[in-house]
Each structure stands twice: as C-alpha cells, then as structure tokens.
C-alpha cells in the first residue's frame, strides 16, 4: 500500500525536520515541497498547487503533488477513517507491519474483528488471487 508506506516515510521526516529545526521556507514552491514531504499539506495546498504558474519543471511538479496528493495520500487517509474510525494509527501501524514483515494475519484478524470474517480479502484480494498458477 503506497499510501501507507508515504504516510510513514513523510512521519519519519516530519520529525526529523522538527528534530533539526528544519523549518518551512517562504516561498509557494519550497512551501509546498516542504509540507508534501512532511505530511502537513492541507485541503487547500493541493489547489495552491494545480494553480502554481512557473517554469514547465514547477509546473509539472505542481501538478504530480496534487495528482499524488488526492490520489494516493487522501485515499489512504480516507480508507483509515473509513475501516478504522477512532483507530487510524493502530490501523495504519498494523497494515504497515504486515506490508514490511510480509504476514497478513494480525491485519486480517484485527480487520475482521471489527467488520466481519472475511473483510481483509474482500479489501485486499482480487478475484483472481487465487487463480490457478498461484499458491496460497
């Protein structure tokens, strides 16, 4: 899961920036850059940034970071909240754990306590997971 992967690389940054006293530069673009690999970009950067006028290069950068934005990091944000209201971080926490160590069975289990048997594979397995040629 990307989304979860960027959430815990953009952790790992926020902290060590505050950490270091790295703070927010002025600038739109060095604001927006600094806040995308912090985690602290708001509903309002994304259109800061498609609306960002500059060379083809800040153009094109502006435009990944929204695309990226809404479609990876508030996905995931949104997937949290939805399957893990009140719970986002032990959720995010378990489904890291399982995408770093390979093993699903904490996640599945802990998923289907809370919404019924089988809710991990309806999420995360497509049909054809189990198509022949593949092993369980």
Known sequence: MEGACDKE?????????ERFGVTEPSDV????AFRDVTGTLTEGDADRAAGLSGSDEQTR???ALTGYEN???RRYACFLEEFAPGE???C????LGAIIGG?????????DERHGPGTFTG????PGYFAPGLTA
């Open 92 to 95: 995010h926490a378990r489904l």
């Open 71 to 73: 479609g990876v990091n």
């Open 9 to 17: 690389a953009r952790s790992i940054t926020r902290q060590t920036a």
């Open 88 to 90: 986002e971080g032990e």
């Open 103 to 111: 093993d699903v069975t904490a996640l599945g289990a802990w998923l």
């Open 29 to 32: 673009l060095g604001s927006l």
């Open 61 to 63: 950068y502006a435009a």
């Open 123 to 126: 999420l995360f397995r497509t």
